[in-house]
């Protein structure tokens, strides 16, 4: 009778009980922000990559083992930009809620058109983008989708908190709307810029402007003593609005070919928090506009 009883209830209580916060995992600091915004006061949030870090080149550490081991949901941004560390982390966390496959394993990607989708995928000249463009993150549009995405995810991991995700998604969509308006009357379209990664196409795209070289040779490949050179000749020639950087990677190159050539180095947040006003995803697309319409 009473072993009955207690079958019965854990029948009926949810894999998330009420009381309890939705344990998210994000692997950068654009996801943990925008399911900040998606989760609000239902969710706790984990964010395994520090906005100084480049996030091609992060690897697995033990405190990031054990976050993915309690999470009920691994969000992260896929198309391999994670492939070094990822892997490893939902392997040795053992944790059966992130596997893939599983409802708590979530590919932002998923929910947006891939820009330069390659025909066949090739890593062997050290290409990090094998997949297609991974940096997404930068275009409205598709941030839209991916919160709609993790408001879906949201709810059928806590269905008793569907109504607050679905509210905290109208929220979020009506102030991506304002922002867009607001970013797209900026001066940007028709402006030319050359970038040392290939990190601006989805803001490209958006926003109308062009990257006409970069300084990377391919991406993730460092420039040469030669290629620097043929660099300063053709950006001297072609007298771009600016030469597009983070704040780490790239900066040392693009300071350089500045105060070669004089276009100006343009610094802009590779993801929310990397400069200091970058606080949310919202000001770091701020930060980002502003940076490039100087
Ligand atoms: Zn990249």
Aim: hydrophobic share 40%; with cysteine; glycine share 6%.
């Amino acid at each position: 009778m009473r072993k009955t009883a207690i079958v019965l209830i854990a029948l009926l209580v949810p894999a998330t009980p009420a009381f309890a916060k939705v344990k998210v995992v994000a692997t950068l600091p654009w996801i943990g922000s925008v399911a900040d915004e998606i989760g609000k006061e239902q969710v706790e949030i984990t964010t395994l990559v520090k906005p100084n870090q480049d996030p091609h080149m992060v690897d697995a550490r033990p405190s990031m083992i054990l976050a993915t081991r309690k999470a009920d949901i691994l969000m992260y941004n896929g198309l391999d930009l994670e492939i070094g560390y990822l892997p490893i982390l939902i392997e040795s966390s053992r944790n059966p809620n992130i596997q893939p496959g599983k409802p708590g394993n979530f590919d932002c990607s998923h929910f947006v058109t891939v820009l330069e989708k390659p025909v066949s995928v090739d890593r062997s000249m050290g290409d990090v983008h094998p997949l297609g463009n991974p940096h997404y993150h930068y275009s409205p549009a598709r941030i839209l989708s991916v919160a709609e995405g993790m408001a879906s995810a949201l709810s059928a991991l806590d269905p008793s908190h569907a109504d607050a995700y679905k509210a905290n998604l109208a929220t979020f969509r009506e102030k991506v709307r304002a922002k867009q308006k607001e970013w797209g009357a900026l001066p940007t379209k028709g402006k030319q810029f050359v970038a040392y990664h290939k990190l601006f196409e989805y803001l490209a795209a958006d926003f109308g402007f062009t990257i006409t070289a970069y300084v990377e040779p391919k991406p993730g490949i460092p420039p040469s003593a030669a290629y620097i050179e043929h660099l300063i000749e053709a950006i001297g020639r072609s007298r771009p609005n600016g030469i597009l950087t983070t704040p780490i990677y790239g900066r040392k190159e693009v300071d350089f070919l500045a105060q070669k050539t004089g276009v100006r180095g343009v610094v802009i947040p590779h993801d929310v928090g990397a400069t200091p006003g970058a606080k949310d995803w919202f000001s770091f697309m701020d930060q980002t506009l502003s940076a490039l319409v100087k």
